[in-house]
């Protein structure tokens, strides 16, 4: 189903689903602006809704009818947000209020400011109509300047930090009792959503993880059970923690290691998980060749972000959140 909208006279496509061509249309877009910017304008959480073809879609084709500006829509979130908990684990993916309708978009660098961006984020607010959430990844000026004149407020901030794995890494120190070991696909699935619901109870979209968005990762070319490291209680199995590591192409294809999520069961707060599941995934990676490491954590997050700075991670670039009531 399409429909047609004029948008200060650019004509924005909305459609409910993509066809594989467009799929296809699409990513090559969302590259060629991470070439040009240096950032990719998908989180990862986006891109599989986009190959899954989930989501609404605005699309602006150009003259010779080539893909020259996207946005991608979710609707908002119904689940209410339960009382957040003193330890804030860390994770790639970005949090937004409950209630927001989220998008994020992107413009081929060769077809900017011709108000194709701002065509974009005026369709796709009309399109969500209510409050709407927006990434921009890589904090550009124009985007700063675009957000600010459409009434948009800066409430967000995820830094990018990164870390030579040639540096010092403490041995991981676990509480009597405690051990750590490697994920077991098909054994440990259901226990993990469980404690990654608990663990990120306050977190709009990590916290509403179910089977599917595990199995939709654990289907990706980069899973390794080897580095998804879970800690787990001698006695009884319990799983009482997780640290999930991911590799992929970093900048110029070199391969980066990622801190992809690390998360704790409440109950077992206070006994130094977090930081030897931390240490524990860094020296995996760096075991596997890796010469750097990144992760994203929240600005207001000071306890992990004093964590990370202290195991040398240093401050890369920054994605901002921006939002409208």
């Known amino acids: 189903m399409t429909s047609r909208a004029a948008v200060t006279s650019v004509q924005v496509g909305i459609v409910g689903e993509l066809t594989e061509d467009l799929v296809r249309e699409v990513l090559a877009l969302a590259e060629a602006a991470a070439v040009t910017d240096g950032a990719n304008p998908f989180s990862e959480h986006t891109l599989l809704r986009i190959r899954q073809g989930h989501g609404t879609h605005l699309l602006i084709h150009g003259p010779d009818d080539q893909l020259t500006g996207y946005a991608h829509l979710e609707p908002a979130s119904t689940d209410e947000p339960t009382t957040p908990s003193d330890d804030k684990p860390t994770s790639s993916a970005e949090a937004v209020g409950t209630g927001d309708a989220t998008a994020e978009l992107v413009v081929h660098p060769a077809r900017r400011r011709r108000g194709l961006g701002r ?37 967000r901030v995820l830094w990018q930090m990164r870390l030579p794995l040639s540096t010092p890494l403490p041995e991981p120190r676990l509480a009597a009792g405690m051990s750590i070991r490697a994920f077991r696909p098909g054994v440990d699935d259901e226990a993990w959503v469980a404690v990654n619901r608990r663990a990120f109870a306050s977190h709009p979209e990590q916290g509403r993880w179910t089977l599917a968005d595990l199995h939709a990762r654990m289907a990706e070319p980069w899973f390794d059970p080897a580095g998804f490291l879970v800690a787990t209680e001698d006695a009884t199995g319990r799983l009482l923690g997780f640290h999930w590591t991911k590799v992929h192409a970093g900048d110029g294809s070199v391969p ?18 977090g930081r030897a599941l931390t240490t524990a995934g860094l020296r995996h990676l760096r075991d596997q060749g890796l010469t750097r490491a990144m992760l994203y954590v929240d600005e207001s997050n000071t306890s992990a972000v004093r964590l990370y700075s202290r195991l040398g991670f240093a401050r890369r670039s920054i994605d901002v959140g921006y939002r409208r009531a």
């Open 256 to 273: 980066i290691g990622e801190v992809y999520v690390v998360g704790v069961e409440p109950d077992a707060h206070g006994l130094g998980l």
């Open 119 to 155: 065509a974009l984020v005026t369709a796709t607010a009309a399109h969500a109509g209510g409050p709407l959430y927006v990434w921009a990844h890589g904090d550009h000026p124009s985007a700063a300047a675009l957000a600010l004149d459409l009434g948009f407020e800066r409430v």
